[in-house]
């Protein structure tokens, strides 16, 4: 598995940080790792590292828009025209604005196996008191939990198709739990950006004959 954690800013460090958490059931499972963390999460060692490993699972965070995934600072990793046959015959999850929507098809046109992602801006809220403690942020968690079971599910075996379902399942539970019970109101506001997550999840996959 190959994953990508930039971090400097603030969302950059709240996904790199619960990504650990994919590092280590990947480990767990016996599973080699390449973890491009902040200043290794660039072009050059991005590509260098995807054609010498050849790893078949990509777990792409940082932030992007409908053609881009960016690294460290914003460097382009990853863009549409450009080298997306780079992914050829691997699944990719991208935790990344609107990549989903034209990065993703077009990454299975030159060959990927399936390329799950957000069509839209991923959003998530967090606890403004736990900003240097990502991982005990309990309002972060409400999103970065259900958007890394795409991961958890890919990593146990599940086709891309059945992760995809699978998260948007863990979407799905976190906003009926804050529906049905006493929650406070910065949770209350995030039902309404966890539906946003949850419906603008995509999952594009190559067709087989």
Known sequence: ML???PNFDLTTRYISIWAKKIIALAKSKGDAVFDLDKKRANR???ESVIRKKEPSLVFLNGHGNYNVVAGQDNEELIRVGDNEQLLKS???YA???????????SSIKFGADAYIGYDED?????DENKQTRPEQDKTAELFLEPS???MVSLLKNHTPKEAHKNSKQSFARKI????????TALESSAVRYLIWDMQHQVCCERLTK
């Not at 935790?95 to 098809?105: E, F, Y």
């Open 3 to 5: 994953v990508t954690r």
């Open 44 to 46: 050059k060692e991005f």
């Open 90 to 92: 691997k699944i990719i």
């Open 95 to 105: 935790l990344s604005c609107r990549s989903g929507k034209i990065l993703g098809p």
């Open 122 to 126: 991923f959003i998530f809220l967090y």
């Open 148 to 150: 890394n079971q795409v």
């Open 176 to 183: 009926k739990k804050l529906l049905s019970s006493q929650s």
